[in-house]
């Protein structure tokens, strides 16, 4: 089955950029999201079609797509960016969701 | 505003069956695909199932086949997931999301509803 890998943690300090990286075999062929969820709450979309930030998110927020890697970067981390993070896409034919592991960003 | 809001959720035992429900609002239902997503405790994000704005179509997870169902049914704008078989790996908290096009399969979940709590033990 088709699978998105993520690192499952990334740490910064305030005002730093993270970078959090998502690799996937069809992520040449299919769009790729971006979900920040804080303990207890839904998930919320940062990212969509690889690139474009929905309203109300911040611009610090952005993402970019190369072959088979998507990365989500977060300029100027603030608290509270601390949260985990999913990258999420579709298999080539479209028939099947899948989310990446996630990864935890803390913020020294 | 888009409003998502899950019933159905509770303590069942192995082997059993639960029905959720998503009511949905806000938005033309019937133009969009519908997803579960669920999160066992402590875990990730793992999509379940997806359902075509129409109904026509219909996605599953490997790890659901055979024993979960997803319909819709659009004169309610109610979204529905029919659990049989429940093993105590599907405990988990059951997310229904607004997919971002007609067709299911694809994700893009701009709308999220709470969630509810599935605990499948005996």
């Known amino acids: 089955s088709y699978e998105l890998t993520q690192p499952p943690s990334v740490s910064v300090s305030p005002g730093q950029t993270a970078r959090i990286t998502c690799s996937g075999d069809a992520l040449p062929k299919q769009y790729a999201y971006w979900y920040q969820q804080k303990p207890g709450q839904a998930p919320v979309l940062v990212i969509y079609?690889?690139?474009e930030r929905p309203s109300g998110i911040p611009e610090r927020f952005s993402g970019s797509s190369s072959g088979t890697t998507v990365t989500l970067t977060i300029s100027g981390v603030q608290a509270e960016d601390e949260a985990d993070y999913y990258c999420?896409?579709?298999?080539?034919?479209?028939?099947?969701?899948?989310f990446g592991g996630g990864t935890k960003l803390t913020v020294l | 505003e888009v409003q998502l809001v899950e019933s159905g959720g509770g303590l069942v035992q192995p082997g059993g069956s639960l029905r959720l429900s998503c009511a949905a609002s806000?938005?033309?239902?019937?133009?969009?695909?519908m997803s579960w997503v669920r999160q066992a405790p402590g875990k990730g994000l793992e999509w379940v199932s997806a359902i075509s704005g129409s109904g026509g179509s219909t996605y599953y997870a490997d790890s659901v086949k055979g024993r979960f169902t997803i319909s819709r049914d659009n004169s309610k704008n109610t979204l529905y997931l029919q659990m049989n078989s429940l093993r105590a790996e599907d405990t988990a908290v059951y997310y229904c999301?607004?997919?971002?096009?007609?067709?299911?399969?694809?994700?893009?979940?701009?709308?999220w509803g709470q969630g509810t709590l599935v605990t499948v033990s005996s």
């Open positions: 079609k690889d690139s």
């Open positions: 806000g938005f033309t239902f019937s133009s969009y695909a």
């Open positions: 999420q896409s579709a298999d080539s034919s479209g028939t099947c969701v899948v």
């Open positions: 999301a607004k997919d971002g096009r007609g067709t299911g399969g694809y994700g893009d979940y701009a709308y």
